[in-house]
């Protein structure tokens, strides 16, 4: 594999190249050229990424082919993920003479992604979309299946719709201006898209772990090709999330955000939470004979191997984790339902009672 | 034709039916729970509509069948269709634990509608809509092709989406209830669909206007029966709004929203703007020879037969009519483009300049 990489995610009707690698943003322009008639073209991205390298080189490229962008920058963090966020943006749109044929441009991580997403998904009921992700999380993630949402303070992702991206950039330079703990958070979800193919793919990323957490480009580039591939390969079979195959993408993550949530999303990053929920996923699953017995073991080794702990973290009752997976969005009525991993790779969704998940969590 | 029509409405890939006539809201319950599994449901209308029987049938439709509907009361008129009421609407939703198997039903005129659709398409990115029209424009128009949205103080239907409702229910009974003025300025729409396939409906249409203003039941099931159909034509060729077969539908609707706007959309109803801008478009045709010579005068007498005039308010400039038709959404760069009618049906969109448009107006 070269320095670039370049997929085609089909999602009927939608079709978009995805562009992973080194120097990966100098195509943007001329690529986005090809797509939209019109050269009016907003960038949004947050305080901190509109002072990094990645903006002016978005900028640069738009322009390059005529484009004439305007930057709207937002403060970083959840909380711009608001209504009241979106307001600003959609009027900075009416000041640009955003037109129905013009394109957004989302350059950031995942709270960037999902709100200038949703912003251009409802800007005159949907105007084109591309995702630079600057974050190893948002390049395997959120820039990769057509969610987008904003919070309500009662309750995270309440509002949102599904808007397929024209096209998406992930420039693996960005990554270097993440700090460390970001950077090694976002492995989480690669390690579960290996765990949904096989234990071999399980083994060969952590072998590669030491040499991406110097940043070896190579490495880095299949991992995210390799999280890519997965995530498209589910979200093609049930692009609105209304079946189980999707549903197997959120392997860990009703434990994730049962922690993120009784932590109040301030003391632990998702990958962080996530990497939790993928060992009590297994250690349920292993309870269950679904699993070989030493899966639970080579996953947390392949969670260290990126400098993520496994256990749950101190301060956390586990019985309030428990209660709070009831809360889940994949519940049926009172059923508690779980996504685990099976033995030769791929998962099921299981309902799960409340004394197997308190073992797991107490393990 | 009886006193109850249903016809299916295909919008590849959603497809739903259109009940419109005496007594149909009985079927509204018991065809709702064949087309979705959650009791959860919400019913969305303002204060005016609340209070009247059509409120209670919706309700007890549900109710017959084992919904459980919570009801959502918001403020009459245009000022509704903001972000603000979206905000609190969303915020019931959530009190109602309204999920993602869950059901909206909008109840009321094109404000309900445009609001309560563009809740439900972004709530949990989109949950099932039902659309209960409650007006004349809103049973021929607004409940049929999917448009929702809501106004930013820059500009009306800004922010919205494409959301097709799961069913459509357009009890005749309820126009009863609506003020006169309103039920008239309702006939402008199905004037238009008649102007769009043919002279001969046109003279249909206005050999049956007495009756119909007096209330007639089969002559208005059959009017709003071919409004609906014409719609429905020219949404299916271009659901997205994105080619020229949609934008026949606005034929009238250029200098329509300019007089609305020019008169702060308080002195006209959106019908009365039509029947203007109907004239003022087929006088353009007949001065380029579109269509035949008496096609104006013809129009005019059936608007007539509704109560509708076709004269330009007084106290509007034409000259500033005509500016503020350089802003419509056909526009492409500095060129107007309106739909004018051709001598056999139906319509076409060209560019016209600012004298043939402002002798239109002045004639």
């Known amino acids: 594999m070269g320095t670039q990489a370049w ?10 190249e995805y562009g992973v690698g080194e120097g990966v943003l100098a195509s943007l322009g001329p690529k986005l050229s090809q797509l939209v008639r019109s050269t009016g073209a907003v960038v949004v991205a947050d305080e901190t990424v509109a002072a990094l390298p990645v903006a002016v080189a978005v900028e640069a490229s738009l322009e390059g082919v005529g484009f004439v962008p305007t930057r709207i920058v937002v403060p970083p963090g959840e909380s711009s993920k608001s209504l009241a966020t979106a307001e600003r943006v959609w009027d900075r749109f ?13 350059v950031g991580g995942g709270v960037v992604g999902d709100l200038a997403g949703f912003c251009a998904a409802t800007w005159m009921r949907g105007v084109a979309l591309v995702h ?16 987008t949402a904003i919070d309500l303070p009662c309750g995270k992702n309440l509002v949102g719709a599904f808007h397929q991206p024209r096209l998406v950039v992930a420039e693996i330079n960005a ?29 060969r990323l952590r072998a590669a772990a030491p040499r991406m957490r110097l940043g070896e480009r190579a490495d880095l580039l299949a991992a995210i090709d390799l999280a890519v591939r997965v995530k498209a390969e589910h979200v093609r079979d049930d692009v609105l999330d209304r ?10 993550h009703t434990v994730a955000h049962a922690i993120e949530t009784e932590s109040g999303y301030v003391a632990y990053l998702h990958g962080e939470a996530v990497a939790v929920g993928l060992v009590v996923a297994a250690r349920v699953a292993e309870a269950r004979g679904l699993c070989a017995a030493d899966l639970v073991a080579e996953l947390e080794q392949t969670l260290a191997a990126f400098g993520l702990v496994s256990a749950l973290p101190g301060g956390l009752a586990p019985r ?17 339902r779980m996504v685990l991993p099976h033995a030769r790779g791929g998962a099921g969704v299981y309902d799960v009672q409340d004394a197997e998940l308190l073992a797991a969590l107490t393990a």
Request: glycine share 8%.
């Open 7 to 16: 997929l085609r995610l089909d999602f009927p009707p939608h079709s978009y």
């Open 94 to 106: 009416a000041q640009a003479g955003l037109g129905a044929d013009g394109v957004v441009v989302a």
């Open 132 to 147: 630079v992700p600057t974050t190893l999380l948002a390049m395997c993630d959120s820039s990769v299946g057509g969610k």
């Open 175 to 203: 990554l270097d201006s993440l700090p460390d703990r970001e950077y090694r958070s976002g492995f989480a979800e690669i390690v579960k898209c290996a765990l949904l193919l096989s234990r071999a793919e399980l083994a």
């Open 243 to 252: 079946n189980d195959r999707r549903a197997l993408l959120n392997l860990g």
């Open 320 to 336: 309030s984790v428990v209660d709070r997976t009831r809360m889940d969005k994949k519940r049926r009525g009172t059923r508690r």
